[in-house]
T-cell receptor, first 111, second 114 residues
């Protein structure tokens, strides 16, 4: 039973355009959501988070949107840069703050 | 600012052997987590320490797996009698206590079972 789903294994966008990565979750009790970025041969790196009391959180080129009624969150990257090419994971914390991750989306930004 | 350090980066061993991995968290972080990641999947939680106390274990952590965090500093993860299915990337993460502190990950130990 996947609590967090990322249905798009891959996404390609042109440099300078917007990248939109999506994540769906099943449990309406989740109160905090995170996005991590992972380059090959490196560990995941925390990118941005959002509390369930908000519907938007912005940090530079990265914005996360939360739609609680749809149990859906999305990560927008604008403008996309080649260095953004990585695997992006959404994650939710459990009772011990252990993270449950989605399966990830490979983003490729084409120059 | 030193991040989370994991050793070794790669481990190749024969089926049935025991292996041990080490994680050195960020120094002021009380919480330490172990995860396992296989190809095409996100990291999966294995176990969690608050200081030296192991407070949570996943069902994934079979009795062949054991983790310790003596004195609440570094941690070790041991796998006994390794099996083919243990081949994966083993990730360690640490965080401060309190609220929704983000976890900082090491670069992992890649285990390959021959």
């Amino acid at each position: 039973d996947q609590q967090v789903k990322q249905n798009s294994p891959s996404l390609s966008v042109q440099e300078g355009r917007i990248s939109i990565l999506n994540c769906d979750y099943t449990n309406s009790m989740f109160d905090y959501f995170l996005w991590y970025k992972k380059y090959p041969a490196e560990g995941p790196t925390f990118l941005i988070s959002i509390s369930s009391i908000k519907d938007k959180n912005e940090d530079g080129r990265f914005t996360v949107f939360l739609n609680k009624s749809a149990k859906h969150l999305s990560l927008h990257i604008v403008p996309s840069q080649p260095g953004d090419s990585a695997v992006y994971f959404c994650a939710v914390p459990g009772s011990a703050r252990q993270l449950t991750f989605g399966s990830g989306t490979q983003l490729t930004v084409l120059p | 600012d030193t991040g989370v350090s994991q050793d070794p980066r790669h481990k190749i061993t024969k089926r049935g052997q025991n292996v041990t991995f080490r994680c050195d968290p960020i120094s002021e972080h009380n919480r330490l987590y172990w995860y396992r990641q296989t190809l095409g999947q996100g990291p999966e939680f294995l176990t969690y320490f608050q200081n030296e106390a192991q407070l949570e274990k996943s069902r994934l952590l079979s009795d062949r797996f054991s983790a310790e965090r003596p004195k609440g500093s570094f941690s070790t993860l041991e796998i006994q009698r390794t099996e083919q299915g243990d081949s994966a990337m083993y990730l360690c993460a640490s965080s401060k206590t309190g609220g929704n502190q983000p976890q900082h990950f090491g670069d992992g130990t890649r285990l390959s079972i021959l």
